[in-house]
């Protein structure tokens, strides 16, 4: 049976479908003809048993009179006559004492044995059947007196030969039958299995060449039909989606290149990024330390490249970084790895060097490149840069350790007059860990409340009145100590935590001089310095209105004091931001005025309403001749565009009468008061109302 099951599963659909259809009407005819078989069987037997009795019958008829004469003769003829029923094999007759009175036998049958009376039922009429004979017995008598018993048989196997002939026929029958239904179902088959093995056809092809453009080509008509075009919809959305698939994954291969081009590389220079440097520099250092090599780290940040990336723009800025990029990609060796690890900064990482000269040399060739001028939308750029060099292992064997050092070693450059470059030293190590302990302490400054703001005092010069105060943030740190701004608002600046200080030092400053309205100083002001990254926050304008909003004060209030460096890097929408401040009341002052570049020009451009006289030039004052000219030179400017003055760093009285001899307005200093407490300004505000209390009660 395997082997036909094996043989059955590798026969095609079609050839399943005809043996399917001719077993079943096969095993239909067969049971047909064998119950028809059976059937007619069993009316030819009984069929022959009725001739049987009615020739058994009518003989008895017959044999009534010779019975009655005992002339055995005439009933020997009688039974002669059955020969004329070819089924008729043998008869017999016996008296009514049972005794044999005349029997027949038909010529060329062997004489069956004769049958003991005594086995038939006397006086009553009875049939016998076997696979050989069937026969018909019965008692017969005339007029009422029994006279004898006849027993008819006949011979059985003239209904086989019929059987035989029947069977034959319904052989015949059979085979012209399954013959017919082969033909008919081949034709069926044609118009069934055919679209059927298009279809498999079509997929087999699609499978193999893996074209999902192929279609099924079937009449569309009936469940084939219906079939074929349902399958032909599926190679639709199978070949859509085969091409949207394609589609995907050549996008996820171009998103993926991307992604990997974009984890080392940086996507305005080209050059290397700060992920791919900091593999390397680890690699670097690990490397020199193993095997004894030296190693140097040159870190590099462009001077003032935020002044001109603020000042002609973005686009501008990523000009100059890539011509930066281009002209000092040929000072590094081919195993070097130059980096772009910032806004402007740079790194170059310089292996297996004999001494630092080389580091130096590489740095020098750095500058030299950046020397030329650039020239970008007619617009004359003068680039330069300040470079910190540190060297592994000498200087450091930890990769953090060495950037320290070396950005360390470039603000020293940068504080020496930038354009230039600085070795580390060891002296230099205090204040690199300190500045980078000032950094990781200072994100967490504001959520451990340990800024603090002082107020010094304003004053009125005619009057003494005070009429303000200038906030001034300190740090407390717990690990550092006390911090002035000085030492952590510029690294404020480079990470950009300047806009939370910043915020922090506006609202706090606003808040405090709400409470000092509300306690009866409504004449006072408020001074808050603003940083140039603030100003370049696109939302600086509404986050003073909410905060003025918030606190409550009156605007006209609030005095916001502003860098000439910041007015000189600023573009339009600088200029718009301060005239937007100015529209609702802010008033805006320069500090440290004069110490800056053509600040003179910028005056008419901004709408500034105070100047504050820088202290560098009050501290000589009345003694040094040129301070005195730039002093009345200022102030005289200030007159005649109708702007206040303020006068910082004021310790001494003759500094005070000089300045107020000339018509300066307002002062700040150490003769008013150093910056101090909120609590210490308010004691000193009541103190002022009470004296002028007891003033006025004097005069009354």
């Given at each position: 049976m395997k082997w036909l099951h094996g043989w059955l599963a590798k026969q095609p659909l079609s050839a399943k479908l005809k043996m399917a259809n001719l077993v079943t009407s096969g095993t239909v005819i067969v049971l047909s003809s064998i119950f028809l078989l059976f059937l007619q069987a069993w009316l030819s037997i009984h069929a022959l048993l009725d001739r049987t009795r009615t020739d058994a019958m009518m003989t008895s008829e017959n044999l009534a009179v010779a019975m009655v004469f005992q002339d055995r003769k005439s009933a020997q003829?009688?039974?002669?006559?059955?020969?004329?029923?070819?089924?008729?094999?043998?008869?017999?007759?016996?008296?009514?004492?049972?005794?044999?009175?005349?029997?027949?036998?038909?010529?060329?049958?062997?004489?069956?044995?004769?049958?003991?009376?005594?086995?038939?039922?006397?006086?009553?009429?009875?049939e016998r059947i076997s696979w050989k004979q069937v026969g018909w017995h019965q008692a017969f008598n005339y007029q009422g007196e029994p006279l004898g018993t006849i027993l008819v048989l006949a011979d059985v196997n003239i209904l086989y030969t019929q059987l035989l002939s029947y069977i034959g026929m319904l052989v015949l029958l059979l085979a012209a039958s399954l013959t017919l239904a082969n033909l008919a179902l081949t034709r069926i088959q044609a118009l069934i299995t055919q679209p059927l093995q298009s279809l498999s056809h079509t997929a087999g092809e699609i499978s193999e060449r893996g074209d999902f453009s192929i279609r099924a080509k079937v009449h569309p008509g009936g469940d084939i039909g219906r079939m074929a075009q349902t399958f032909n919809t599926m190679l639709d959305?199978?070949?859509?989606?085969?091409?949207?698939?394609?589609?995907?994954?050549?996008?996820?291969?171009?998103?993926?290149k991307q992604l990997d081009y974009l984890a080392h590389f940086d996507n305005v220079t080209g050059l290397h990024n700060r992920h791919y440097f900091n593999e390397q520099l680890e690699l670097t250092v690990g490397r020199a330390c193993?095997?004894?090599?030296?190693?140097?780290?040159?870190?590099?940040?462009?001077?003032?490249?935020?002044?001109?990336?603020?000042?002609?723009?973005?686009?501008?800025?990523?000009?100059?970084?890539?011509?930066?990029?281009?002209?000092?990609?040929?000072?590094?060796?081919?195993?070097?790895?130059?980096?772009?690890?910032?806004?402007?900064?740079?790194?170059?990482?310089?292996?297996?060097?004999?001494?630092?000269?080389?580091?130096?040399?590489?740095?020098?060739?750095?500058?030299?490149?950046?020397?030329?001028?650039?020239?970008?939308?007619?617009?004359?750029?003068?680039?330069?840069?300040?470079?910190?060099?540190?060297?592994?292992?000498?200087?450091?064997?930890?990769?953090?350790?060495?950037?320290?050092?070396?950005?360390?070693?470039?603000?020293?450059?940068?504080?020496?007059?930038?354009?230039?470059y600085c070795i580390f030293a060891p002296s230099m190590r205090g204040a690199a860990e300190?500045?980078?302990?000032?950094?990781?302490?200072?994100?967490?400054?504001l959520e451990r409340n340990e800024l603090q703001l002082l107020y010094q005092p304003k004053v009125d010069m005619l009057s003494g009145r005070i009429i303000g105060a200038e906030a001034l943030v300190r740090w407390h740190s717990p690990e550092l100590g006390l911090l002035g701004p000085h030492?952590?608002?510029?690294?404020?600046?480079?990470?950009?935590?300047?806009?939370?200080?910043?915020?922090?030092?506006?609202?706090?400053?606003?808040?405090?001089?709400?409470?000092?309205?509300?306690?009866?100083?409504?004449?006072?002001?408020?001074?808050?310095?603003?940083?140039?990254?603030?100003?370049?926050?696109?939302?600086?304008v509404r986050q003073v209105e909410d905060v003025v909003a918030r606190t409550g004060i009156d605007p006209r209030a609030l005095e916001l004091e502003l860098t000439e460096s910041m007015l000189m890097d600023a573009g339009n929408p600088t200029i718009e931001k301060l005239h937007a401040l100015r529209s609702i009341?802010?008033?805006?002052?320069?500090?440290?005025?004069?110490?800056?570049?053509?600040?003179?020009?910028?005056?008419?451009?901004?709408?500034?309403?105070?100047?504050?006289?820088?202290?560098?030039?009050?501290?000589?004052?009345?003694?040094?001749?040129?301070?005195?000219?730039?002093?009345?030179?200022?102030?005289?400017?200030?007159?005649?565009?109708?702007?206040?003055?303020?006068?910082?760093?004021?310790?001494?009285?003759?500094?005070?009468?000089?300045?107020?001899?000339?018509?300066?307005?307002?002062?700040?200093?150490?003769?008013?008061?150093?910056?101090?407490?909120?609590?210490?300004?308010?004691?000193?505000?009541?103190?002022?109302?009470?004296?002028?209390?007891?003033?006025?009660?004097?005069?009354?």
């Open positions: 003829d009688i039974l002669s006559f059955l020969h004329a029923s070819r089924a008729i094999q043998s008869a017999w007759v016996y008296d009514k004492h049972g005794k044999l009175f005349a029997d027949y036998h038909r010529s060329g049958v062997p004489a069956s044995p004769d049958p003991a009376p005594e086995a038939l039922p006397a006086g009553r009429a009875g959305r199978i070949q859509r989606r085969e091409v949207e698939l394609t589609e995907e994954i050549s996008q996820r291969e171009r998103v993926q193993r095997l004894q090599q030296c190693a140097a780290l040159i870190f590099i940040d462009l001077d003032n490249f935020k002044t001109f990336n603020d000042t002609l723009g973005h686009a501008t800025g990523d000009e100059v970084l890539r011509i930066v990029a281009q002209r000092v990609s040929h000072t590094v060796r081919a195993d070097d790895v130059l980096s772009r690890v910032g806004g402007d900064e740079f790194a170059i990482i310089v292996r297996d060097i004999p001494d630092v000269q080389l580091a130096e040399r590489v740095a020098q060739k750095f500058l030299e490149a950046l020397a030329a001028p650039v020239f970008i939308g007619g617009t004359e750029i003068f680039i330069s840069a300040s470079i910190g060099i540190s060297v592994c292992p000498d200087d450091a064997t930890d990769m953090q350790d060495l950037l320290k050092y070396a950005d360390s070693a470039m603000y020293h450059a940068k504080n020496s007059g930038k354009n230039g300190r500045r980078f302990a000032i950094e990781g302490s200072m994100r967490r400054a030492e952590f608002i510029p690294l404020a600046e480079e990470t950009g935590m300047i806009i939370q200080i910043g915020e922090w030092v506006l609202r706090t400053a606003c808040e405090q001089l709400k409470c000092w309205h509300d306690d009866g100083h409504r004449h006072l002001e408020m001074a808050v310095n603003l940083s140039g990254r603030q100003l370049r926050e696109p939302n600086f009341g802010i008033g805006l002052a320069i500090d440290d005025f004069g110490t800056g570049y053509s600040s003179m020009s910028y005056l008419k451009m901004f709408p500034i309403n105070t100047l504050k006289i820088d202290q560098s030039f009050v501290r000589d004052l009345p003694g040094d001749s040129g301070d005195c000219a730039i002093v009345q030179t200022i102030l005289a400017l200030a007159h005649n565009l109708q702007l206040q003055v303020v006068a910082e760093g004021i310790e001494k009285r003759g500094q005070a009468d000089f300045l107020r001899t000339h018509g300066c307005g307002k002062a700040q200093g150490m003769l008013y008061g150093a910056p101090m407490t909120h609590e210490e300004l308010a004691r000193m505000l009541a103190a002022e109302a009470l004296a002028g209390s007891g003033q006025g009660a004097q005069a009354t």
